[in-house]
């Protein structure tokens, strides 16, 4: 009976010491196959998306391109699918408050996985707490689009090899390629003219002196405008002195003013412009002096005969020279032409 005992104790023994060992054989398994660390390692976040690709659970979470976890639940919360993961608790302070989470493929033909973006500096998510997530388009969305992309180009081939279009021209279009061709070889000319000094430009960027000419041009240029912004000269002085500023606005005043008592009817200027009376007078004076104007350019009165008429001006000029000789006679003789006499009765 004791031997008994003894042998069912070694197969006791035995049996514990293989189920420990399956144990942690499955222990170290499940560490190695999920990519993670430990259980007591990990910590769990949540994600919410739109669509999440066909991913699984057992998917790989990485961080910046680094494996960092796995996907534990894929479930539905209303229209969104809530994605738990669970993650290396050593990175925690770079899965932040600005971190962005998305779907992507291993390949095309590959699983989906759940990337996040770095953001260290931020907030650390909380057990069990939710990350900014961003939705991608999905791989049927980019087989799509290659597919319209690729519809466009064979229609961009179809419209060059039927001459439709600015390049199907160029590449169909014997003299469209020909004036092409030529248009190089112009511009083949005048480079080389530029570069061998010939014409304007080729001075000016070959020859020193007229370099030298523009940079002394530029240079007094310079030089004149600092002398306006220093204030120095006519210009200078009219752009920066404050008294001519005042002045130049004194007599725009003045003037202002001027217009306006103008407008006003006020002073001889203002009652001209607005006195439709003195207006009329004036109109009537200068009608008047025409009709004058008129009359002594018709010769009409003794001014116009004067104007006019040559003999009257001749008898008047010789009655004024025998005048003045009359005058002057009486001067040297005048007992000659004054008597006086007296009688008494």
């Known amino acids: 009976m004791p031997r008994t005992r003894s042998i069912a104790w070694s197969q006791l023994k035995l049996g514990i010491v293989g189920v420990v060992a399956v144990g942690l054989a499955a222990v170290l398994i499940a560490a190695v196959g999920g990519q993670a660390g430990f259980f007591w390692e990990l910590y769990p976040i949540k994600l919410q998306f739109r669509d999440v690709q066909g991913l699984k659970s057992g998917a790989v979470v990485r961080l910046s391109g680094k494996d960092v976890g796995r996907v534990e639940a894929v479930d539905f919360v209303g229209e969104l699918v809530e994605v738990t993961c669970k993650v290396d608790k050593d990175v925690r302070p770079l899965i932040t408050n600005g971190s962005v989470a998305s779907v992507g ?10 990337t996040i973006k770095a953001a260290p500096g931020g907030i650390s998510v909380p057990d069990w707490g939710y990350v900014r997530t961003a939705d991608t388009g999905s791989i049927s969305s980019l087989t799509e689009t290659a597919s319209t992309a690729m519809s466009d180009a064979q229609k961009l081939l179809a419209d060059v090899r039927a001459s439709r279009g600015t390049l199907g021209k160029l ?3 014997d003299a469209l390629y020909t004036e092409l061709n030529q248009f ?3 511009a083949g000319e005048v480079t080389a003219r530029l570069n061998t000094g010939k014409g304007t430009a080729g001075k000016l960027i ?3 002196a007229a370099y030298d000419a523009l940079k002394s041009s530029l240079e007094n240029l310079q030089q004149m405008t600092a002398r306006i912004n220093a204030g120095q000269g006519a210009l200078g002085r009219f752009l920066n002195d404050e008294a001519m500023g005042k002045s130049l606005s004194g007599t725009m005043t003045n003037l202002e003013q001027t217009t306006g ?8 200027m203002g009652k001209l412009l607005t006195d439709r009376q003195l207006y009329d007078r004036l109109d009537q004076v200068t009608a008047r002096v025409n009709d004058i104007a008129g009359g002594l350019a018709g010769g009409e009165g003794t001014a116009g005969q004067l104007l006019h ?16 000789g ?3 006679d009486i001067r040297k003789d005048p007992k000659k032409f004054l008597r006086v006499s ?3 009765f």
Not at 105 to 114: D, Y
């Open 184 to 186: 190089v070889a112009s």
């Open 342 to 344: 007296v009688s008494i």
């Open 206 to 208: 070959n020859d020193p």
């Open 171 to 173: 590449v169909t279009d």
């Open 309 to 324: 008429n040559k003999q009257l001006y001749e008898n008047m000029n010789h009655a004024v020279t025998e005048l003045r």
């Open 326 to 328: 009359l005058l002057a």
């Open 261 to 268: 008592r103008l407008n006003r009817g006020e002073g001889t």
């Open 105 to 114: 493929a291993l390949s095309l033909l590959g699983e989906s996985f759940v």
